[in-house]
Every structure is written in C-alpha cells, then in structure tokens.
C-alpha cells in the first residue's frame, strides 16, 4: 500500500487499512535503527509538528544525562506498513532538541537533509541520485563471545564448501559453493533463490523500486539485491529498510543475515559499491559525449574530490575495525585510488553499459554496508562538490589491471587507509570540505571520531586474536 505526504491523509489511510499501532524509527549515530511504538490511538496529527519525546542519552552518540530530552518527528512521506509487525504502520523520523525547537545537529538523517541543501545553494546541481549495491551474508548459524580467558566465533551455511564432507542428518547432498564460485550459479548451488525473492517482494510491498538480486561471490551465502537510483534522503531511508527487511526476512527461515564486511576468512567480503550523479534542471551534468568514457568536466572534477578525500571519507564509508579485512591491497575490494572506465581493480569505475545520458554516473567501490548511509552518502557528496568547485584534477585514468603492474607501478599509485586507526586519523587532518554549509559540525566529527576510538579502536586492539596464539604461544 502506498500513501501519501500530507499528514491527514496518511492517518486517514492507515484507519481505513485497520492499522492500530504507529512505529517511530529513527537512526543511531553508527548506523542502526532505533525505535517505539504508539497505539495509533495515541498517534495525533499534532505529532508531525510536536513530535514524541524520547531519552536521547541511552542512544549511541547522540546525548549526555544531564540533557537527554528529545524529541522524534515523524516524516509522513516516509510511512509504510511494517511488514514484521501485525496491523502496524511505520514512520521514520528526525530528531530535534526540544529546548532550542531546532533539528539536532548529530542526528544523521538531518546530516544528509543539509547536504542536499547545500547542493540546490551551490547552484552546482539541484539533485543528486545514488544507486548503492550492498552485499551480505545469509547463514544458518552465528556464535562468538570473547571474556578475559577465552575468544571464539563460528560460523556455519548449508552452502559452505568446508561441508562437503559434513555427514548431515538426511544425507549430505552435495552442492557446496567452492570459495570464490559464488557469482550466478543456479540452484540447487545458490540455495538462497527464494528467501531473495520474499526479501525483493518486501521491499516492492514498502515501495522500494529493485533492479536485480543474485548470490554473491563468496560461498556460505553472499547475496546482493540492487536497488534502483533515488535522491540521496530517499536512498538512505530505503537502505536502512533494506537492511530491516533482509535481516527479518532471514529470521522467518531460521537464517541470519550480516552486513558485516568480512566475517569470512579467505573470501569476498561484503562491500557497497555506490553510484552517484548530479542533474540540474533536468539535465545530468557528469554528462559529455565528448568526454573521457563520456564524463564531463563536472564529472572529474567530482571525481578528484572523491580522490582527494579518500582517506578521511574512509572514516564514513569502511567505518568499522572489520572495515579493513576487506579493504586490503591485492585482494578483491579495489583500495587503489584511481579512476577508469570497466576497470574493477580502479576506486572509481565508470560503468559502460550504456550510452543514455541519464546513466552517465561514477561508481565508488570502497564503501561497506556496515556504513551509516546519510553520513556516508553526505560525506561522498561533500567531496565531490568540493572536487568540482576547486576544480580538483583527477589524474590520468589507469585502464589497466593495477593487480597486474609492476612493483615500482604500483608504488606510485596511492591507497586507501589499511587501519580504521589510519581512516579516523585523516578525518582529523582533512574534514574542511565536511563543514561547508554546515553539513557537519565539528561537534558531530569529534563525536564520531571519539566514538569509533573508545568503543571499537580501542576495545579490538585490547583483546588478543586466535591466531596470535598459533603465531606466537611458543615463543
């Protein structure tokens, strides 16, 4: 069922479709969804303008003890019917400090709000579109836990090659994805054609436009579910339903699913490669027909901000420890700050598919689902406005293989960080470009870069590895 913006009507919808509860969500400061419920005879118009209070102190990120209030206001345009909650309608919100009657400086989706306004002041552009293409993993079972004498995870799929010779109850039926052999197969190899296909009916139900799903490189159930370009809010409320909806659509078949980027060993991990454009009046301005793989100057110039501000937007985009098991050098995630047409090995590609106009578009590899998506698609898009404004000089492209250059080649091309460390380092030296418009504040930066340090640098570094023990117990 699809609704409308104008309030009214909304709750008129939602009483004729018998729904009797309303479900407020809103983001967290790292990226996950947070909310409450309200029976809908509690739920007024007033809300919309009023909001609902909640304690902003017991929310990763957000507020201290002493000036927890705040408040949530739901976004009618975003309301859907929950499809894991009986007769529950749902909205997401932004927050606003209930004091100053403002929006809340370090709530994200209020962050990605003011990057699009800074875009339509910039006169630069008057929308931008994003296509993302998050991977993840569906397993059968998840165990981990860690105390001062002992650290453990396993993990297990059906899929998984390392069954092959597993004596399962009913009989070991073969079909194991071999590492790295992941990408199409049929089934019965890809034994998760059907839990892909209630997921993408899901999210066309909560009015998410799909292009295509598919199992993924890696064995043990890597999946992908593409989803069809939308302006950048819109986009980042439809990942945070994506997520809710492959991690629900999991559990109804007794599944988990992870957006963590590498929770195997020796296989793909899970990245998000994001596909961004800008249109003004209609018209896309990455556009050239003259141009190098048909890009404008707009285009490269954008793209040698994304360069630029590689290492400091690697803070937004790999935002996690586990961020950089992926992001490693000679291995499939593309950490190699360069640029080309149909080259994966490059940062930044440049799809060929087609020759439209429209599709005119670059696609950054590097970014990761575990990624908040309005801090990581406003971040993106500061660089590359930032690129275009100072008409920042992408270099040459590399249209060969960089896995195929000699040493003294590939020493001359620069990387993206290979620690979180390293990341949250260089968006201490290089955040100008976030603070322009506003977008960011530097509240909001030293918040995420405090936080990242004392509740993931920190703790990780801390804990000794599994492996160390076989490296290093007999020294």
């Not at 018998?18 to 509690?42: A, C, R, Y």
């Not at 909560?206 to 999946?223: K, R, S």
Request: charged content about 25%.
């Amino acid at each position: 069922m699809q609704f409308g913006t104008d309030p009214k009507k909304v709750l008129e919808q939602a009483k004729a479709a018998h729904i009797d509860m309303v479900d407020l969500k809103f983001v967290d400061f790292p990226g996950l969804w947070q909310h409450f419920t309200l029976p809908l005879s509690e739920f007024s118009e007033d809300m919309f303008v009023e909001g609902a209070g909640f304690d902003g102190s017991s929310i990763r990120g957000f507020q201290e003890i002493n000036e927890s209030d705040m408040l949530l206001i739901p976004d009618a345009s975003t309301a859907f019917i929950d499809p894991f909650s009986k007769n529950t309608l749902s909205f997401i919100c932004t927050v606003k400090d209930p004091i100053r009657k403002i929006p809340y400086d370090k709530d994200p989706r209020y962050i990605a709000q003011k990057a699009v306004n800074y875009l339509e002041e910039s006169g630069i552009a008057d929308e931008s579109y994003w296509g993302p293409e998050a991977e993840f993993f569906v397993f059968d079972n998840i165990r981990y836990g860690q105390n001062e004498n002992s650290g453990f995870y396993f993990i297990d799929s059906t899929e998984g090659i390392w069954n092959s010779g597993k004596d399962e109850e009913g009989g070991n039926l073969g079909h194991k994805l071999r590492h790295k052999e992941g990408y199409f197969p049929v089934p019965p190899s890809d034994a998760l054609q059907e839990i892909r296909n209630e997921m993408v009916r899901t999210m066309i139900e909560c009015g998410i436009q799909v292009e295509v799903h598919h199992h993924e490189v890696a064995t043990a159930g890597q999946c992908e579910i593409d989803l069809h370009y939308a302006p950048m809010v819109k986009m980042a409320d439809q990942m945070m339903m994506y997520k809710y909806i492959v991690k629900n659509v999991a559990l109804r078949y007794n599944k988990t699913a992870t957006f963590m980027p590498k929770p195997l060993f020796n296989d793909n991990g899970s990245g998000m490669h994001t596909h961004q454009s800008l249109f003004k009046d209609g018209k896309n301005i990455f556009f050239d027909k003259k141009g190098y793989a048909l890009l404008s100057e707009n285009a490269l110039h954008y793209i040698g901000g994304l360069l630029k501000h590689a290492p400091a937007l690697c803070a937004f985009i790999a935002p996690t420890t586990n961020s950089y098991k992926r992001l490693v050098p000679g291995f499939e995630a593309p950490v190699n700050l360069v640029y080309s047409q149909r080259n994966r090995s490059a940062s930044i590609r440049i799809p060929t598919y087609s020759e439209s106009e429209k599709a005119r578009r670059v696609e950054f590899r590097m970014p990761d689902p575990s990624c908040n998506p309005y801090l990581a698609f406003s971040a993106m898009l500061l660089a590359g406005l930032d690129g275009i404004k100072k008409k920042i000089d992408p270099g040459q492209p590399m249209d060969r293989d960089v896995y195929s250059l000699s040493n003294d080649d590939k020493l001359r091309i620069k990387t993206a960080p290979s620690t979180l460390p390293e990341a949250l380092s260089a968006l201490e030296a290089d955040h100008e470009f976030l603070l322009q418009g506003g977008v960011f504040t530097k509240d909001a930066i030293n918040t995420w870069i405090e936080y990242k340090k004392k509740k993931e640098v920190d703790p990780v570094r801390l804990r000794p590895h599994p492996w160390e023990f076989h490296l290093y117990y007999d020294i």
